[in-house]
């Protein structure tokens, strides 16, 4: 694969505005000519399209099985010979995701086993690992009111509690896997231009190296 072709995964607990950055993120690597695919978890793929339905009340599920459905979910978002990561890699994008491996990391270790849930991603991290891990660093007060006053309606797990626990389990993850992933965190509290600056300064690092 060719450096110039970068994977970058976009994290952050919901309203920290991750999904702005991907949009300001790829604005920016075209200007430097770079043809750039945007995507996101969940997927369109069929476990997508279940976890979204989950997520709207229309099906019921536990969290074990949400989190296995994740799981499904990402190997297919990696591997899918038309519109996978890996697939768009190699046809010469640099793919930028607003979620990727972190997240399940992050909101199922809160009601399955850590252990487990950073088990499985391995598997994923081992067919891919991204070029750049960036956090939207945020605070969950803060994240929660962004949602409150932008959304008519939340998602299963965008509660304040819910918010802090997945804020957490976010420092967990990244304290035990600091020595084997490219995390930088960026501060989700600047506006919204300054945050996506920074973001860029941290790509076109890699650009150089």
């Not at 750039?36 to 989950?54: D, M, N, Q, W």
């Not at 038309?82 to 990727?100: F, N, S």
């Not at 399940?104 to 086993?113: D, F, P, T």
């Amino acid at each position: 694969m060719k450096k110039e072709n970068l994977f970058i995964a976009i994290e952050g607990i919901d309203g920290s505005g991750k999904s702005t950055q991907v949009q300001l993120l790829k604005t920016n690597l075209e200007q430097v000519g770079h043809k750039v695919y945007t995507t996101h978890e969940p997927t369109s793929f069929e476990a997508g399209k279940l976890i979204r339905s989950i997520f709207n009340h229309k099906v019921n599920a536990d969290q074990h099985t949400i989190a296995a459905l994740f799981v499904a979910d990402r190997l297919q978002h990696l591997l899918d010979k038309e519109h996978g990561i890996l697939a768009m890699l190699e046809k010469g994008y640099t793919v930028i995701t607003d979620r990727y491996y972190f997240s399940s990391y992050a909101y199922h270790s809160a009601y399955v086993e850590m252990d487990w849930v950073m088990s499985i991603n391995a598997k994923c991290a081992a067919l891919l690992r991204p070029d750049r891990n960036i956090f939207v660093d945020v605070d969950p007060e803060t994240a929660f009111r962004r949602i409150v006053s932008t959304r008519t309606s939340t998602e299963l797990y965008e509660t304040n509690e819910n918010l802090r626990k997945v804020y957490s389990n976010y420092l967990k993850a990244f304290e035990l896997l600091k020595e084997s992933e490219n995390i930088v965190f960026v501060n989700g509290k600047n506006e919204v231009q300054q945050v996506a600056s920074d973001i860029f300064k941290s790509v076109k690092n890699l650009l150089h190296t």
